[in-house]
């Protein structure tokens, strides 16, 4: 597919370039310093890969770059994450935590004693609860609680409670107050 914002031309410069060993990003600044054009190196890439161009060979200057592995600032950075892991880690001898589990358990799940109708989304009504059953396996169906609802609520009485955190007293009873009204200054 030919890109309607090159024009060939500027595609025919950005291959004379490449064939001279210029980088892509090298070759995008002639072709806009030459054409007054504001192509981006993404571009230029993009363009040649579309143009079947081979990638430039790495120039000498460009062989001279200090690779990423052997940057300073990253070799700090690297031993402190690896002096905070070791930290982390466990101290021979020690032996497990005590009362940490070797395999935690489950987190236990509420239930409601209600049995759903299993209703298809579907056959479902605008009056019946949609809490869902099934869907936790690959291909399985997904069904629907299918009871009456409360009114404003999707879901049935039972369900509606499950859906809810567990209630929680508070720390102390809300007591009646009064608001006054007072003047602006």
């Avoid at 940490?100 to 239930?111: F, G, N, Q, T, Y």
């Avoid at 009114?151 to 720390?171: D, M, V, W």
């Amino acid at each position: 597919m030919q890109s309607s914002s090159w024009r060939p031309e500027h595609s025919e410069t950005l291959r004379e370039q490449i064939v001279r060993g210029r980088s892509y990003g090298e070759a995008v600044q002639a072709i806009n310093a030459k054409f007054g054009t504001a192509y981006t190196r993404s571009a230029a890439i993009g363009r040649g890969k579309r143009m079947g161009l081979a990638a430039p060979a790495p120039s000498e200057s460009r062989a001279m770059l200090v690779p990423r592995s052997q940057n300073p600032t990253k070799k700090r950075m690297r031993k402190q994450s690896e002096h905070r892991a070791a930290e982390l880690r466990p101290k021979p001898g020690l032996g497990p935590v005590e009362g940490a589990a070797e395999h935690p358990e489950p987190a236990r799940l509420r239930c409601v004693g209600i049995s759903p109708r299993l209703v298809s989304l579907l056959e479902l009504q605008a009056d019946e609860c949609r809490y869902p059953y099934g869907g936790d396996k690959e291909g399985e169906a997904i069904s629907f609680c299918g009871h009456p609802c409360d009114r404003g609520s999707s879901y049935c009485a039972a369900h509606f409670q499950l859906t809810r955190a567990p209630a929680t007293e508070p720390e102390r009873p809300a007591a009646p107050f009064v608001l006054r009204l007072v003047q602006a200054a």
